[in-house]
């Protein structure tokens, strides 16, 4: 079993739906939690971070961080084409800062 | 958010030639600068993680003498790709992290060809 299992996708919704992106990590000690969001041919752009457990949202997205249950999420509002792209999720541990990341989830939000 | 600039975004070099790729960050100090690999539709592979001053930690399976890291300074990491290979073509990204800090922040990324 991989510490983070993210579903590779691709996700397709039409524009404006609500997109939610998940993770599940096996490794208790990771407490940072990142979402980047990666164009093709692009290096990864962060979205979001969060420590601990807890909400966060920040414009349209929001993201969601469960640690009973090993489990993040990020919510995407009002979907546009634009933000079709691959999601990967990364969390490190303290000390550690080294990210350990998901395989990515491919968004397609089309008209 | 921090910027990390990347250089160059692409290029093209022959078979048994050096290539020299360039990670800065712009406006935070870089202690911890990442180096990764990535295949098309794959994730990130992490190749090597550099501190500031010190040697890189390569990852299992990475070749230290074919992927030379040099982290000089609080701002600047480069990736040196020794005798390229067809096989050596892909796209490299480096991120780099601020002192105390989980977030990293990414490069444009490289694209290598190696013909």
Known sequence: QKEVE?????????????????????????????????????????????????????????????????????????????????YLCAMSAVGSYIPTFGRGTSLIVHP | GAVVSQHPSWVICKSGTSVKIECRSLDFQATTMFWYRQFPKQSLMLMATSNEGSKATYEQGVEKDKFLINHASLTLSTLTVTSAHPEDSSFYICSARDRGKAEAFFGQGTRLTVV
Not at chain 1, 16 to 44: D, E, H
Not at chain 1, 45 to 64: H, I, P
């Open chain 1, 6 to 86: 993210q579903d590779p996708g691709p996700l397709s919704v039409p524009e404006g739906a609500i997109v939610s992106l998940n993770c599940t990590y096996s490794n208790s000690a990771f407490q940072y939690f990142m979402w980047y969001r990666q164009y093709s041919r692009k290096g990864p752009e962060l979205l979001m971070y969060t420590y601990s457990s807890g909400n966060k949202e920040d414009g349209r997205f929001t993201a969601q961080v469960d640690k009973s249950s090993k489990y993040i999420s990020l919510f995407i509002r009002d979907s546009q084409p634009s933000d079709s792209a691959t």
